[in-house]
């Protein structure tokens, strides 16, 4: 079902929308990467990038293993990391049209934001690019909160202690954490089915 038709059936002022396969594909080499956090782990914890390989994590369980475990002090380093990774391979992006459009058409109407895990310059650039940057109200970005989704730490960025009630907030995303971390937030989800062809 398209959002627009979604929308019409389920009332929503608020709209949090994920970012990358959301709005447009980043095309970034996620193997730089996962090497990348790999080498950052190996300082902290030989035995959790042993887990990481054998039981074929995903990065991001990876980052918020090493937070909640290391803390601050990891925490900076990955976010460091990420900055420079996002600055020195971002090559291009695909658009998705559909979402593109829509925030284009609706943004007087609702309130939006962005709850992503790539770091603010990138997507401020994107969506200045776009010509959607001042539709957004505020832009939880990568390194404003601590544990990645499907924790619920980006949540919190954008509502802090004023949240308006669960039922009028929809999360739009792509991946299954999105999808988990909408959940744990008590919020409804929409999932993002386009086709990115690279
Ligand atoms: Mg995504």
């Known amino acids: 079902m398209k959002l627009e038709n979604y929308l019409e059936k389920n009332k929503k002022k608020f709209r949090i929308f994920d970012f990358d396969e959301t709005i447009v594909k980043l095309h970034l080499d996620w193997d730089i990467f996962r090497s990348g956090i790999k080498r950052i782990m190996s ?12 039981e074929k994590l995903r990065g991001i369980d990876l980052i918020n293993l090493g937070i909640q475990k290391y803390g601050y002090k990891y925490w900076k380093e990955l976010i460091d990391f990420t900055l420079k990774f996002e600055n020195e391979n971002l090559t291009g992006e695909t658009e998705n ?13 609702y309130t939006f934001f962005i709850w992503s895990s790539n770091t603010f310059p990138t997507l401020e650039n994107s969506l200045r690019r776009l010509k959607v940057l001042e539709a957004f109200e505020k832009i939880a970005a990568r390194e404003l909160y601590k544990l990645a989704k499907p924790y619920t730490d980006g949540f919190h ?3 802090t202690d004023s949240a308006p009630t669960k039922h009028e907030i929809l999360m739009v995303g792509d991946s299954g954490s999105d999808e988990k971390a909408a959940q ?3 919020i409804d989800f929409y999932k993002v089915e386009y086709r990115f062809d690279l």
């Open 43 to 54: 300082k902290y914890d030989l035995a959790l990038v042993d887990k990481y390989e054998k």
């Open 97 to 109: 049209p559909e979402i593109i459009n829509f925030i284009k058409n609706n943004s007087n109407s």
């Open 157 to 159: 960025v954008i509502f």
């Open 184 to 186: 744990s937030c008590g």
